[in-house]
């Protein structure tokens, strides 16, 4: 047997990795797994190259609990460690110190729950821990490793009959919780749903005699080959809907989904879920759920993705998404970075695509999807950019403008004296119905704006297009308006000057020309001598200024 000291240079790493880790102690688990299934995908990787030529068999994962014993353990038929491979992986930690480790992470709150120890996060839920390993190389001689927690441990050789490693957990009296069945259940569910390698966890059950018995099937708790892997062309829509549902059972149906599949300048896979989007939209952020590689790392992308959207829903998966990092470094990644803008272009790009070659369809969700795509134009300049392409206006008839065509519908008759295009609008079509009328008497259009970040969004407008001015219906300057729109008769260009004239010219007495001189700009409708109805000037007026 051998015996030595963990190489690090303080007494005991242990108290350490507890006070750093303690809000997510049940990290470990991922942690493990993932090592199994590293261990594992190796394997194959050296059985493809050729390196390793015995059988794969079943490379399933395996995890058991003995509920009484507390003792927990991860098992997998991966490439296992040699003695060598123990002492080099397991005994020399990563750490050149404790100390260097309190330094450096001191004070950095945020990488609690986001900073894994790999394999010695263990020891936050155990009081012991064992490796008993076997290396996949032919006459390999299996040991075992043993830690109770203090810097001592010790190895020797066992008897093993499979290839791999199993890790056994004598869980901590603090860590009771990880002895129960539904505890770890639910955390295989959390972290290990989407991983590689078929993880089982006990044997199915089945109903019979009026109890749950178990079977001799294996309970898989994982989907190896996640949607979001699979190439988009190869999915059907109930595929997607019901992908949707597994992620997020109590939800609504989704409006519709994109899948990403980019693998430069850097990789990643997934399949966002446009949600329909209440007026209580704070509550529905952070539904995306991160993974690197199929291991989930987060969800809770705030920061990590542009705010906006964080309001969609569904997976990302990148292995340039580091695992065990805090999220400061993840908001300063540059990979994570590009991925921000990458996604941010394909929504762009996904919406703009569904209103051009689905218009009905586009507008029946316009009311759902408005409040996120205003959200994003007001907080995420790139995304405004691109927003003309696939922005609506709703007006109170329940009919959809495009800017573009909005501007066409309103700028002859709702153009006040300084040359700016006049939008109405109500915050309340119910309340404000009386004043919709009367503005709709005037031959105006009135929009709907009601959302909580239509201040926003007008302001946006606003200053985006220097002649658009927005006014709400009920406002007194509505009637103002309208005499500016007056007024605005009255001051024609030349063009609109030249048509008119012959209109009065035609209603004077012949001998009366000569001397009429029409003074437009002096013009007072009270006072001159029209003999048109007022009705037709008004008409007249009114197609002229769309000539003009
Ligand atoms: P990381 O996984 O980031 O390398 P860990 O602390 O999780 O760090 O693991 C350290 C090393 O121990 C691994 O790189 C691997 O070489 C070895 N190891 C851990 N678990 C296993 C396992 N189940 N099978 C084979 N090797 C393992
Ligand atoms: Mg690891």
Known sequence: MQKGKIGVTTENIFPII???????????????????????TKLKALSSMGEFGGELGDLTIRVELDEKGKKLTVSDR??????????????QIAFSGAEEFMKKYENQSGIIGHFGLGFYSAFMVASKVEVITKSYREGAQAVKWACDGTPDFTLEPTDKAERGTDIVLYLAEDSAEFGEKTR????????????PVPIAFGKEQKWEDGKYVATDKDNIINDTHPLWMR???????????EFYRKLYPMADEPLFHIHLNVDYPFNLTGIL?????????????NKIQLYSNQVY???SVEGIVPDFLTLL?????????????SRSYLQSDSNVKKISGYITKKVADRLADLFKNGRPDYENKWDDLKLFIQYGIVSEEKFGERAGEFTLLKNTEGKYFTLDEYTEVVKGSQTDKNGKIVHLYSNDPVAQHSFIEAAHAKGYDVLVMDSPLEAHFIAFLENKHSDWRFTRVDADTVEKLIEKDEQLAMALTTAQQQLLTPVFESQLPTDAKSHFHVQFEAMDPAAAPIIITQGEFMRRMKDMSKVG
């Open 273 to 285: 879920y446009f949600p329909k989007i209440k007026n209580n939209f704070e509550i529905q952020k």
């Open 313 to 325: 829903h569904g997976v990302i998966d990148s292995p340039d998404i580091p695992l065990n990092v």
């Open 231 to 241: 190439k988009p062309t190869e999915i059907t829509e109930d595929q997607y809907a």
């Open 78 to 91: 991966g490439v296992g460690m040699t003695e060598e491979e123990v002492n080099k992986y397991i005994n």
């Open 18 to 40: 507890k006070k750093f880790l303690y809000s997510d102690h049940e990290i470990f688990l991922r942690e493990l797994i993932s090592n199994a299934v590293d261990a594992t």
């Open 297 to 299: 790392v987060t969800d």
């Open 184 to 195: 770890i259940e639910a955390l295989l569910k959390k972290y290990c749903s989407f991983l």
